[in-house]
């Protein structure tokens, strides 16, 4: 039963370059959430999807970010345009439905690096 | 989310005991408390929670204060494999996001 799959593992895109950030849930789990940790800070709640649909997004800068978790394969954090700023790791939690926060299963990341 | 405080840095001699504090002083009468940790570049990983009766796994105990206004994770050996950033989380609701502050970074040692 593999956990939460993120990759690539490792990003590094120039400024003005485009990041896709990739994350499949553990099996049986339909709820996605992405947090974002910058250096020697806690990780911050960026949005929250169920298949199809984003439920939470209180979290998301208003600009150059979106995501997405369609129907089949992975959710998909997308940022435009990237700057400096954005570099950050990056992490996604699966959940199945109706759990508390003990069920949460969290990936190892995607380190987003921005030269 | 109930405000959490946590010491920013605590000790502990491998195979003591290490008692890691958190205070959650405006937790409502149905957030549970939970406990998460990041050890260096992997995602958190959950150890216990409760609600208002102290906690036991495989992992550590919780124990929680009568009053809730505060609790105690304790892991009862540590290793150097401990050596993590310890969160301690109050969500509110169904706790669709949880809040991470600083934690309390944990470091074993021989």
């Known amino acids: 039963n593999a956990g939460v799959m993120q990759n690539p593992r490792h990003l590094v895109r120039r400024r003005g370059q485009e990041a896709r950030l990739r994350c499949s849930p553990m099996k049986g789990h339909s709820h996605v959430y992405w947090y974002r940790q910058l250096p020697e800070e806690g990780l911050k709640f960026m949005v929250y999807?169920?298949?199809?649909?984003?439920?939470?997004e209180s979290g998301m800068p208003k600009e150059r970010f979106s995501a997405e978790f369609p129907k089949e394969g992975p959710s998909i954090l997308r940022i435009q345009q990237v700057v400096r700023g954005d570099s950050a790791a990056y992490f996604c939690?699966?959940?199945?439905?109706?759990?508390?926060?003990?069920?949460?299963?969290f990936g190892s990341g995607t380190r987003l690096t921005v030269v | 989310d109930a405000k959490t405080t946590q010491p920013p840095s605590m000790d502990c001699a491998e195979g003591r005991a290490a008692n890691l504090p958190c205070n959650h002083s405006t937790i409502s009468g149905n957030e549970y408390v939970y406990w998460y940790r990041q050890i260096h570049s992997q995602g958190p990983q959950y150890i216990i929670h409760?609600?208002?009766n102290n906690e036991t796994n495989e992992m550590a105990s919780l124990i929680i204060t009568e009053d809730r206004k505060s609790s105690t994770l304790i892991l009862p050996h540590a290793t150097l494999r401990d050596t993590a950033v310890y969160y301690c989380i109050a969500p509110t609701g169904t706790a669709s996001k949880l809040t991470f502050g600083t934690g309390t970074r944990l470091q074993v040692t021989l």
């Open positions: 939690a699966s959940s199945p439905p109706s759990t508390g926060a003990h069920g949460y299963t």
């Open positions: 409760g609600l208002k």
């Open positions: 999807l169920q298949k199809e649909n984003i439920i939470d």
